[in-house]
């Protein structure tokens, strides 16, 4: 059993900014991508940004990778009403003892942008 556990949405007011934090659980031999997501109200799902390792930044959303804690983190600088959306965290996990990888869901946690 694999679990993505997400943590840090809240209500934040435009301009300010917030960090989303993914930690993944279970019998994990490895993680090799980990992405994050977003769903507005009434729009589809979209590829916020994702990562092997390290750090990436793209425009106002920065990604990094704790390979070693199993984490992922996404911040989120210089907020706008319209970041206000559900954000998904995705992993792809090796079992232990298994070639094949599980695609994982986290169940999403809330961010909300308004003054």
């Known amino acids: 059993q694999v679990q993505l556990v997400e943590s840090g949405g809240g209500l934040v007011q435009p301009g300010g900014s917030l960090r989303l934090s993914c930690a993944a659980s279970?019998?994990?031999?490895?993680?090799?991508?980990m992405r994050w997501y977003r769903q507005a109200p009434g729009k589809e799902r979209d590829l916020v940004v994702g990562?092997?390792?390290?750090?990436v930044q793209k425009g106002r959303f920065t990604i990094s990778r704790d390979v070693a804690k199993n984490t992922v983190y996404l911040q989120i600088d210089s907020l706008k009403p319209e970041d206000t959306a559900v954000y998904f965290c995705y992993a792809d996990v090796y079992l232990t003892g298994d070639l094949r990888y599980l695609e994982v869901w986290g169940q999403g946690t809330l961010v909300t942008v308004s003054s």
């Open positions: 279970g019998s994990i031999s490895k993680i090799n991508v």
């Open positions: 990562i092997t390792s390290g750090k």
